[in-house]
Each structure stands twice: as structure tokens, then as C-alpha cells.
């Protein structure tokens, strides 16, 4: 970098020259923008090289407007933009929050003729598929008479970004070459829109066919779904792999593993593989452990953890954090220290509550009876509160049996989702449990009415590396026959059971009898 001064200094005496170009391509190479940008702005007349250049460096540091600013200077001074310039600008569009500096600069594509080049072409797709405008994305596509595999990629990554699996998988089944960001494209989609099975089915399919080795972007997809499902054993198997092949050292893979274990019940290997982490710790693997801890009750190390990341870690908590902590609390029930977590989110950290914590707060005090307390608190709330809040507090009357407060809670939800079932059967319950077969009746008649079905309820199961589905009374399965088998073998050594505990229990009567 002093060397690179010395130079600078030297040609600013002698004058602008080829020397002062290469300087300025090796300041952005280091990179210094700003002492890149001192220089270019002493050139007469830069080159599209040059323009190339400093455009790329500003989209790489994510400021959109230097490179428009560059875009325009070019044209002023009739420096033809090439097609590699057209590469870096429409990336700096996907950070501007119109497309309409975008379409403009489209529009100077198709003028220039550079429409037919692959690379420019592909970013122009890419772009619109960041931003969402999926038919326009698509359109550019179609238009395309070459296509090379990151033109696919990027149209894949489109409708998987945006939601539309059904179009995603149709484009991935068409294409003739696939490398492993159109599986990751694929894996990753399905998880983040939620259809989580279809993800490890994806990725098993993918170690299937053998000619793409996942890299630390795929594992990073697919873990989350393993943790969701509780595929365990999967879950276990991306973890060999990862650390195999060095994947491990990246933080969102080992964030990743942490969750998975977290969620699938592994409390104590998550606890060993956050301490594994040590201090590549994010505020991710932080909140990770936090919450992780929180849901299998263990309360006071949930607590005692947060304690020590205040300590240790310069990052405040963040909204994530504090879903965590309040669970602790509820779980815990610790009513007060809730109160306390609650009210320092905005007073100590600026941390606007959201409906989640709000939600977190009625299932705290519904759990500790303090069931009106929880109402008044729901009426006090900045928003509307949503299906979970008002659950919440459905699901707290149910448990101490208050009917006067679950009918306010069901209204509410009956209201915000008419479509599911489970509100009516749990208010049901409650009439039930409080004799109020009048309600029960009405209820029922009501569901009959508006043709309110409640679904089947099904269990996942893995076996074999795979996830297997069943409801009730299932013969879906080609190994129904042998299932059921197994089952009967269960129950029967069950029943068996109980039978001799119920013969021991008889015998230890008598005994005591004759010895009174």
C-alpha cells in the first residue's frame, strides 16, 4: 500500500500517464476505492476499462448509486458502455428499491446490441429475479437463443426465491446439465417456504445420483429441514459430512447442526457443539442455544447462558433473543422475570416488542392463572393481536378451565382463521369440561354447518435415512402388512404386561391381607 503511495505521488509530479492507469487498477485490487476514485478522476478521457473497472468495485461494495453515477458520466462523455459493463450494473439495481433505473438501463442494452451476449444477459434475469418480477425475469429467458448453466441457475433461483416451487421444479426437471447451485437453488427454496420434506427428498435424490457433492451453501439448506422433520439420523449424517470435508469451520454450517440437534431433542450434543463453536459464536448460535434450551425446559441455564453472553459477547440481543428468553420464563414459569425481560427490550435496548413477544407474554401469564391479567394485557397491545396471541390465551383457559375468557378468545379467532377446526374443538372441550353440553351442541352444529372438517392427524417417523407419514388406521404403506404385524407383537406384549403387574399387584394385596 506505501509502495503503491510512492508511485501515486511520483506520477501526480510527472503527470497523468499508463503508469497512473495501472496504479489505479491496483488500488482497486487491494482494494482502496476511494484513493482508485482520486485518480480515475484526474484521467481526461477513462476508458470503458477503466469505467469497468470502478463500476465493479462499487457494485462488489454494495453502493448502487456511485455506480449509476459512473453509468452516467460515461454517457455524458460518449464512452460506450460494453457488454461486461452491463455485467456489474444490473447487480448495483438489485440494491435500489425501484426497478426502474433497471429497465433503463435494459432498454441501453437492447440499443446497443449487446442483448445477444449470454453474460449480459443472464445478470439483465438475475436482476429481475431479485426483484421479484418473475415475468419479466422469465421473458428475458425465453428470448434467449444461448443459455449457458448460470442462466438456468438464475431463472431456477427466481421462482425459488419467490415462492413458486411448482415453477421451479418444472425448469429443474427440463434442464439438461444441472451443477450443485441448481440442487442448492432447489433444496434451499423448498426450506425456506416451508415444504420441508420436499427438501431432504430433494437432497437425498441429489446424493443419489452421485455426480454433485454438496457444498457448505447445500448443507446449510437442508439441515434446517432435517430439524424440522426431526430427521435425526439424516440430520447426523450431514454432520459427518460436513466435517469431513472442512464444511464444519463455516459458521452457518455449524450454527446449522446446532439447531438441528436443539430441535430434534439432542439438548446436550447442541450444548457440546455450541462450546465447539467457542468463538466463532454469533449472535445466530447464541439465540440458537438460547431458545434450544428454553423448549426442553431447562430454564435457569436458558437464563444463566444469557447472562454469560452479555458478559462475553460485544453484540446486543436482538428481538430473536428475547422469543427465547420469554419461553424460558413461561416454561419456567417465572412470571416476574418475564415482566422484567419484557420491559428492558425497549427501555435497555431500543427493541420494539413485536407480536411474538406480546404472544409469549399472554402464554406466560395464562399458564400461571393469571388469566384476566393476560386479557387486560392483550387489550393494551400497540397492534392487533394476531391467531397466536389470542391462542394463546385459548389454550391457557383451557388449562384452568375458564369458559367466561375462552369465548372472548375463541370470537377473536373464529374471526382471524374460520377455516381451522381446532379453535371449536378446543372451546368444546371447555364447555365439556364444564358441563355445558349446550355449548358442546352448538358448537358441533356450527362446524356441520359451515362444513368445518378437522384434518387427520398424522405422524413422521424416520427409518432407513427416510421419513415416512402415517394417520390413523394407514395402509398406505407397501409394508402395511408387515407394520401392522409388528404392532400387534407390541401390544400383545403390552397387554401381557399388564397383566402380570396387575397378577403381582393382586398377590402383594393378599399378602398384606393374610398379615393383617
Known sequence: MNHLKQILSQSLRLGINHQTKSLMVGFLQIPNIPYAQNLFDLIPTPTVFLYNKLIQAYASQNQPYKCLSLYSRMCLQNCQPNELS??????ACTLLPSPLHGQIIHARLVKSGFAVDCFASTALLDMYAKLRMLEWARRVFDEMSVRNLPTWNAMLSGYSRSGDMKGSLELFESMQERNVVSWTAMISGYSQNGQYREALDMFLRMEKEKRVKPNEVTIASVLPACANLGALEVGERIERYARAHGLFQNLYVSNCVLEMYARCGKI???RRV????????NLCSWNSMITGLAVHGKCNDALELYDKMLQEEANAPDDVTFVGLLLACTHGGMVGRGQELFK???????????????GCMVDLLGRAGRLQEA???IKTMPMKPDSAVWGALLGACSFHNNVELAEKAAEFLFQ????NPGNHVILSNIYASAGRWDGVARLRIVMKGCQITKAAGYSLIEEGGKMHKFIVEDKSHPRCDEIYAVLDQVLTMMKVKDLSTDFESELDELSIMELS
Open 416 to 419: 382471524l382463521e374460520p377455516w
Open 86 to 91: 452491463f455485467t456489474f450494473l444490473f447487480p
Open 375 to 377: 386479557y387486560d394485557f
Open 274 to 281: 455450541f462450546d465447539e463453536i467457542g468463538k466463532r459464536r
Open 344 to 358: 428492558s427490550m425497549e427501555k435497555e435496548y431500543g427493541i420494539a416488542p413485536k407480536l411474538e413477544h406480546y
Open 268 to 270: 446436550e450434543v447442541a
